[in-house]
DNA sequence: ATGAAGGTTTGAAACGTTTACATTGGCGGA
DNA sequence: TCCGCCAATGTAAACGTTTCAAACCTTCAT
């Protein structure tokens, strides 16, 4: 008696068999309403609780879906997954989460682990979505997998994202627009990101485009929140950079603040872009101006995709969402560059 | 062939019983280095991944916890969702989440769905841990069970959080200190949190120990971005409203967004005050001051507290981990209240 | 030669479900 | 009366592990 019940004990107690009782939890119009009421009332009684374990053993699926994103530390992941995860919960699909800390090693832990635990299925933010042994692993393995925000050149492999070198593309060209010409981008290390590569690749365009030859990049850790150190040389330097495009908003937020450090004021001085579309963005002064994607929507598509592919309902092809520009004020009007640097 | 390979497949492969292949898989140093090798390269030659299921069910634990937080749309649970999830990876354990959108039904849902998983133990944030049912069906299942944030009025129930009275006591103080008379609170739902209450009684105290009868309250739900409206009256109206301090960070960022819609400077015209502590209050203009727990390590320890219970070595206790204030500054000095409100 | 000791290995019974298949019993039609 | 059918229920074999008790060697002292 001092163990859970069991279906067992359900059936022995309502004097019917274990079958019956699994008749009831999993088919009740199968069973006449009058043996339902009696093996409800029994597991009532007992304080029954069906062992999901031992289902999962028995059938093929387990109702279950792993969630590998780097960070919950930054919202745009926290969105995603609250995303995922209320949907999962409404249709009764337990979320198996683990984070990666951008270290592609810990990704393929991480994916083994949740493999480990036959999972239906995988929604997954990787460092690189290219020739990535991750990758390699569940396609061989067959199991349905969904990128989410990682932008993948083959197209046979399911991903949600926004188009991230047009995203940067955007922001880098408003910021032209408003006679900006010396800019710098500062994005998260490539490795640990092939949003940040893609992002700086629009940004590149939108220079080339414009006709400016000079970009500079400076690349840091996605966790960075003193940009002051690294954003000190081109603030202050011979370029005298006044616009600074970030790959991510997390980093713009972190740069506004280290344009401040050095006496510079955002927008007057020095204009500053994101990109994500994080909800304290718009409410942080000066509003931060970024190219924004549809976060949380983003990982209630990831999932509703996820769920074709395991119910074989749908093939994997990537889907690229719409992006816009948000109406910030962090972006202002070049006014040349006086006043620079009051403070290194 | 088609189907996984399981232990059974191995045996057969390395020509030896079931037993063994397990006694490698969970005691390899039971086992003679050659009779490992041997597994090991049939493991590998079969692609062999144990299935967890078969374990969780034969075994008596699961290594898996259960997490329940309002939303990971708040930083604040996010960050905390993180450190316990980084550490429970490390140590093996699987994590499941779920968030609850702080509704009291969806908690229950919530728990019972993880109970149904038989998770060794469980970390929650409750809208409100006392007379809660749920704190009810954790102890009469003897499931192990941390509160983290709670902070709950039995002391026998095992809880992580800040003294929230104190928290909200000390930066209500700071603002009194410097010279500020009219003040409001901007607070969650009572019934979405007991926290917000906690903070509400240490906000009245801080004004009763200064003599200030005024308690000026508004409640808003927590996901409130736009306070524009809910505090029009208390800035613009009769009260002249010089302080004002919010239950959470994130509700304090959208209430300096809502002063300066009413077209009143932070710290100048107004001061602002949160609580909690999250990351991006240090990076935003003004610097948020707020009273900061230890968000991350708040969830670690949840977790180690958590594991010691589970193996039966720690007894349920809160714990009152120590709060600083930041300096910010968003709180400023009192200069009187001449140019208040240019815009509705 | 015999047996005890001890290190390896194995057989088989769980764990709590689901489910294909068998059984039961009641009823209508021939 | 008998047959067949159908709905309701039961039987028992999985699912992939872990683990206890038993069996099987070697080796070695007697």
Redesign the pocket.
């Known amino acids: 008696m001092s ?9 022995r107690k309502s ?9 009831v ?3 009740p119009d ?3 309403a ?3 009421k ?1 093996v409800t009332a029994a597991m009532a009684y007992l304080n ?8 999962r ?4 699926h387990t109702r279950t879906v792993g969630v590998v994103v780097p960070t919950l530390a930054n919202p745009v992941f926290a969105t995603a997954v609250q995303g995922i995860e209320q949907d999962a919960n409404a249709k009764g699909l337990t979320v198996l989460l683990t984070s990666s800390n951008y270290d592609p090693e810990r990704e393929m832990g991480a994916v083994s682990a949740l493999l480990n635990n036959r999972v239906d299925g995988l929604i997954l933010t990787l460092a690189n979505a290219d020739n990535n042994p991750v990758v390699d692993l569940l396609l061989a393995e067959k199991i349905p997998f969904v990128l989410l925000f990682n932008q993948p050149s083959r197209a046979d492999i399911a991903a949600i994202s926004v188009d991230n070198a047009q995203s940067a593309y955007d922001i880098t060209t408003a910021m032209i627009a408003k006679g900006h010409r010396s800019l710098a981008m500062v994005a998260g290390h490539f490795e640990s990101s092939d949003r940040s590569r893609q992002r700086y690749d629009g940004f590149c365009r939108a220079l080339d485009d414009a006709g400016i030859p000079q970009k500079n990049l400076v690349q840091v850790r996605f966790d960075e929140a003193d940009l002051v150190g690294p954003l000190g040389a081109l603030l202050c330097g011979p370029e005298k950079v006044t616009g600074v495009v970030c790959s991510t908003d997390m980093l713009a937020i972190a740069a506004m603040n280290a344009c401040r450090a050095h006496g510079l004021s955002v927008p007057d001085d020095v204009s500053v872009g994101g990109i994500d579309g994080i909800s304290v963005g718009g409410l942080i002064t000066p509003k931060l101006c970024s190219a924004v994607q549809p976060t949380q929507e983003m990982g209630r598509q990831a999932l509703a995709f996820l769920r074709g592919l395991i119910k074989g309902q749908a093939n994997p092809q990537s889907l690229l969402l719409p992006h816009h520009l948000s109406a910030g004020e962090s972006i202002g009007s070049y006014r040349g560059t006086d006043q620079h640097c009051s403070s290194t």
């Open positions: 163990s859970k019940p069991t279906m067992r004990d359900v059936a004097g019917l068999s274990i079958a019956t009782v699994s008749r939890i999993n088919f199968q069973v006449p009058e043996t339902a009696v029954y609780r069906p062992n999901i374990n031992g289902r053993l028995k059938m093929t």
